[in-house]
């Protein structure tokens, strides 16, 4: 299933897909595809776990992590820990267009992103108000916690480190499966290619955690001459593997695109066989491949697919 141009994206986030597509199809850059498509998550709040108002951290705070990468130039742009800031690719964007840097973080990034002209506002809603006082009502349990005291079940932090090693219990209906988020590439038909990601992290994260979304070769990659990849899952792990980077050199040296995305999931499989995660793959001609770490509760993985083979997004799995 080869053919230009081409967008992939993590998950079943159809309208993102399209709109990155018609942006391709109209004319614009693979740069402008992936940052329109993922900002269209944004907006849309895709499954909660892109954009404002979805997974709250232990204070109730949304913040989001993205990131974007011209696979032409190696330049990439990315934000995390950014707060009341909707359109967090679009503040990426900004970082790779108007700074030398690559990652700027916290409130130093909202206060770059306001200067370059995007609206601060608060990124709380019902629904994240709401998950935030279930988790307070239900004591606290820390979902990323481990070694702490005092007992959570007595108190909502703050938490201290405790002497002896104890992992806390993760709370219970702590379900990182339902946390997607997006992460695209873009081929277009003279070869170039873009991929960027989205996403607001993890529900009760502890405030101030990054996820792998805006590290260059974890959350995404992009070589113009080798291809791109992007990845999803329990950032905490997937980080320290780098699988995008690793999936893009496994291109590069002649893997096909599914073979690549299944070596960089067992790559991570080795330390964590339980671990939550997938990834796409594309490679320079179009073609495209994915892979997730079967466990119980997630053994497909589903991701969007257009190409010019395709009439509207596709999804695949
Ligand atoms: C993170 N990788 O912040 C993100 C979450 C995610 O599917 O992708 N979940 O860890």
Redesign the pocket.
Known sequence: HASLPLVIN??PFKNANAAAWSALQSGASVLDAVETGCARCEADQCNG?VGFGGSPDESGETTL?AMIMNGDTMEAGAVADLRRIKNAIGVARAVMEHTDHTLLVGESASVFAENMGFIAEDLTTNKSVNILSEWLKGNCQPNYRKNVLPDPSASCGPYKPRATARRNKRAQGAN?RS???I?MVALDRDGHMAAGTS?N??TH?VPGRV???PIVGA?AFVDSSAGGAA??????I?MRLLPSYLAVELMRAGADPSAACKTAISRIKRHYSGF???IICANTTGHYGAACNKVPGFSQFHFMVSNSESESPLMEY
């Open positions: 993590t998950w776990s992590d990182e946390h997607d988020t992460g996403t992290g993890l994260k996820g792998d979304s959350g990845a999803t899952g329990d950032g905490d997937m939550f995660g997938a």
